[in-house]
């Protein structure tokens, strides 16, 4: 078992910043592959990044690719999700997961309780 707990997320301007992170606790975090999820007003979550257990592979939504960056620190039990030239179509709530496979395509077993972000226009 284990538990996520996402932070970082907040109202931003378009164009801006935010770093999302999510702290993990419970089992060996080194050995869960984890990806970030969003979920808008009305519409179903999807998929926004992903990154292998040892975070030498990484993937992304076509939507963000070249804006946000997935990284983890393992010593730390984190995962971060930085996200730069933030659109107003970005504003969802952001949701970590961690997989227990090894390689893709993951599914998801653990996930976290969401942090909001908001891009104002």
């Known amino acids: 078992q284990v538990q996520l707990v996402e932070s970082g997320g907040g109202l931003v301007q378009a164009g801006g910043s935010l770093r999302l992170s999510c702290a993990a606790s419970?089992?060996?975090?080194?050995?869960?592959?984890m990806g970030w999820f969003r979920q808008a007003p009305g519409k179903e979550r999807e998929f926004v990044a992903a990154?292998?257990?040892?975070?030498?592979?990484?993937y992304y939504a076509d939507s963000v690719k070249g804006r946000f960056t997935i990284s983890r620190d393992n010593a730390k039990n984190t995962v971060y999700l930085q996200m730069n030239s933030l659109k107003p179509e970005d504003t969802a709530v952001y949701y970590c997961a961690a997989s227990e496979m090894r390689t893709p395509p993951y599914e998801y077993d653990y996930w976290g309780q969401g942090t909001q972000v908001t891009v104002s226009s």
């Open positions: 419970g089992r060996t975090f080194s050995s869960y592959a």
């Open positions: 990154i292998s257990w040892s975070g030498g592979s990484t």
